[in-house]
């Protein structure tokens, strides 16, 4: 089983649409939690942290289920300009793997006119 | 959070030849920094932690004679991939470890070996 798990997509919606991404991890001593966003080519730049209680930012919204090791990000009134792949991040967790971050495959989302 | 700049961005060369990646740590001074490989429509693996003052640590199945580190600096460490092979050809990320989560990325370097 890989340690971060995401549908790799693509996901193709029309402008304006509400996506949602999923992503399970599957080291539980996991403590810090990540969504990255990257362009073709590009290097992996932060979205947003994941918190316990469920965190904002703008149109983009990320949930954190410690019990059954997942993670979600919503995006709401999707623009043209949010097309890329964004990547589940977790540290790894535990003696000396705190600092260490074990990333998904990525969701490809691709946001049409 | 910190600027890292990584240089060079794009990198062709012949097998056989020795390629250095610098990454530069900007405006922080980071005892940490990691040196991440990703292949086309793969995720970003991590190779190996550079440590300022010892040596790096790496990754399993990554090879230390191979991949170079040197993290002689606060603000500067390199990855040398010693006699590149076509299958050495990647897109190479490092990132800066600022005390705590996230770390902040280079801008990568594209290697690819004819």
């Known amino acids: 089983r890989k340690e971060v798990e995401q549908d790799p997509g693509p996901f193709n919606v029309p402008e304006g649409a509400t996506v949602a991404f999923n992503c399970t991890y599957s080291?539980?001593?996991?403590?810090?939690f990540f969504w990255y966003r990257q362009d073709c080519r590009k290097e992996p730049k932060l979205l947003m942290s994941v918190y316990s209680s469920g965190n904002e930012d703008g149109r983009f919204t990320a949930q954190l289920n410690r019990a059954s090791q997942y993670i979600s990000l919503l995006i709401r009134d999707s623009k043209l300009s949010d097309s890329a792949t964004y990547l589940c991040?977790?540290?790894?967790?535990?003696?000396?793997?705190?600092?260490?971050?074990?990333f998904g495959t990525g969701t490809q989302l691709k946001v049409e006119l | 959070g910190a600027v890292v700049s990584q240089h060079p961005s794009w990198v062709i060369c012949k097998s056989g030849t020795s390629v250095k990646i610098e990454c530069r740590s900007l405006?922080?001074?980071?005892?940490?920094m990691f040196w991440y490989r990703q292949f086309p429509k793969k995720s970003l693996m991590l190779m190996a932690t550079s440590n300022e003052g010892s040596k790096a640590t790496y990754e399993q199945g990554v090879e230390k004679d191979k991949f170079l580190i040197n993290h002689a600096s606060l603000t500067l460490s390199t990855l040398t991939v010693t006699s590149a092979h076509p299958e050495d050809s990647s897109f190479y990320i490092c990132?800066?470890?600022?005390?705590?989560?996230?770390?902040?990325f280079g801008d990568g370097t594209r290697l690819s070996i004819l």
């Open positions: 405006d922080f001074q980071a005892t940490t």
């Open positions: 991040v977790v540290n790894r967790g535990g003696t000396g793997g705190g600092n260490k971050l074990t």
């Open positions: 080291n539980s001593a996991s403590q810090s």
């Open positions: 990132s800066v470890y600022a005390g705590n989560q996230p770390q902040h």
